[in-house]
């Protein structure tokens, strides 16, 4: 499968824990994006890299987010203190080189429950 | 006001029927459009991209107004397989290619 791959795919925790979700994209895509998804809306950005850098963020993504793409290949998404809030479909979404926007093509989503 | 405003739903049809939905954005400087399905607990998936001249996939056309801002989807002779929440897309100018999502329309077509 050459599709974008998301692990896991749920994870349950308790408030407070921290919890890590990556994202393994397109090969040949260097634009790796995240966006949320909580019940009956649709996904809301929250960060977007070009190759390894992170070039802009969402208000959404408060103090206890945080991205990277360290070789410009996977990406993580860490959240710590979780709260209740939290709980969501975290999208990770990929499009390939190349000026203008292109469509972006999704993984599965980790869906996250905190208790 | 939101970027990317849609009729919620739920559309309920019945198989063979033709059905539209559509989508306005605030933004008059947005680019570039597209039309996602999302099925129940699934990823969005690309249904098509919107041009300024409209275009045509099979059973599905959309169309693009940008003077009065406003997206269209028309699905022609629904399959039962044509059920899914449909999200309305934009690209927001000068943000690299994030998107901006409309809340999607739910569909139901039925027996």
């Known amino acids: 499968d050459t599709g974008v791959s998301q692990d896991p795919r ?11 979700f990556r994202c393994d994209p397109i090969s040949e895509h260097n634009r790796l994006y995240w966006y949320r998804q909580t019940l009956g809306q649709g996904p809301e950005f929250l960060t977007y890299f070009q190759n390894e850098a992170q070039l802009e963020k969402s208000r959404l993504l408060s103090d206890r987010f945080s991205a990277e793409r360290p070789k410009g290949s996977f990406s993580t998404l860490e959240i710590q203190r979780t709260e209740q809030g939290d709980s969501a479909m975290y999208l990770c979404a990929s499009s390939p080189r190349g000026s203008g926007p292109y469509e972006q093509y999704f993984g599965p989503g980790t869906r996250l429950t905190v208790t | ?78 399959k039962l397989s044509d059920s899914a929440t449909y999200l309305c897309v934009v690209n927001s100018p000068g943000t690299a290619s994030k998107l901006t999502f409309g809340t999607g329309t739910r569909l139901q077509v039925t027996l």
């Open chain 2, 1 to 78: 006001r939101k970027e990317v405003e849609q009729d919620p739903g739920p559309f309920n049809v019945p198989e063979g029927a033709t059905v539209a939905f559509n989508c306005t954005y605030s933004n008059s400087a947005s680019q570039s459009f597209f039309w996602y399905r999302q099925d129940c607990r699934k990823e969005p998936k690309l249904l098509m991209s919107v041009y300024s001249s409209g275009n045509e996939d099979g059973r599905f056309t959309a169309q693009l107004n940008r003077a009065s801002q406003y997206i269209s989807l028309l699905i022609r002779d629904s």
């Open chain 1, 10 to 20: 749920h994870k349950i925790t308790k408030r407070g824990q921290n919890v890590t």
